[in-house]
């Protein structure tokens, strides 16, 4: 059963820090999904991790993939509070897109002023 | 464009009720999802169609769960008796025939079992 976790599950940070969420998984997969959602709205895509060594950037929030490692990591620089949100980490189940995504938990962040 | 549309957006009904809940996806997508994601959590696959076959289902509690997609566009998934815990926001996904595409989810429905 492919698992994914996410740490931490919680993240209070304050504006203009630096931080990182690491996202673990245990299956064999190039594909990793980072989405955002908002308290009682849908799941916005974030960024679609493609293969070993990806790295994307988008505004103050940038993902990279380690297939090896079997780990990603969302960066968040410079935060503010506009960023204040759940984040989620997905892997597809069979590793090809199919996007049956198997889902972490989630990271909540809130970032104080 | 237009988004993946839900509906209801939310739904309360009593346990051994039955429900159902409607998604149209984005115009010329294939593939459609059904996700399920309890509070705090993250959303869990319930089923995969392509076009208007089943691709994935292994995760649908199939006897009280049901899904259809007749002509390969809207999609209905039903619960016949809910139970309390099936209290959840029952999200629709939709993604194109370019697996290097995003997948857009819909705003979901709402359920909560009394």
């Known amino acids: 059963e492919l698992k994914v976790e996410q740490n931490p599950l919680f993240l209070s940070m304050q504006e203009g820090k630096n931080y990182t969420i690491y996202c673990n998984y245990s299956?064999?997969?190039?594909?990793l999904y980072w989405y955002r959602q908002d308290p009682g709205k849908s799941l916005e895509s974030l960024f679609v991790?493609?293969?070993?060594?990806a790295v994307k950037q988008e505004g103050r929030l940038m993902a990279s993939l380690d297939t090896k490692a079997r780990l990603s990591t969302l960066h968040i620089t410079a935060a503010v509070h506009d960023l204040s949100a759940t984040y989620f980490c997905?892997?597809?189940?069979?590793?090809?897109?199919?996007?049956?995504?198997?889902f972490g938990k989630g990271t909540k962040l809130s970032v104080i002023p | 464009e237009a988004g993946v549309a839900q509906s209801p957006r939310y739904k309360i009904i009593e346990k051994r009720q039955s429900v159902a809940f409607w998604c149209n996806p984005i115009?010329?997508?294939?593939?459609l999802y059904w996700y399920q994601q309890i509070l705090g959590q993250g959303p869990k696959l319930l089923i995969q169609?392509?076009?208007?076959?089943?691709?994935?289902d292994s995760q649908l509690p199939k006897d009280r769960f049901s899904a259809e997609r007749l002509k390969g566009v809207d999609s209905t998934l039903k619960i016949q008796p809910a139970k309390l815990e099936d209290s959840a926001v029952y999200l629709c996904?939709?993604?194109?025939?370019?697996?290097?595409?995003?997948?857009?989810f819909g705003s979901g429905t709402q359920l909560s079992v009394l």
């Open positions: 996904a939709s993604s194109s025939w370019d697996r290097n595409e995003k997948l857009f």
């Open positions: 299956t064999t997969s190039d594909r």
């Open positions: 991790l493609l293969s070993n060594g």
């Open positions: 997905a892997v597809d189940n069979d590793g090809a897109g199919s996007y049956q995504l198997t």
């Open positions: 115009s010329g997508h294939a593939t």
């Open positions: 169609f392509q076009n208007n076959g089943v691709v994935d």
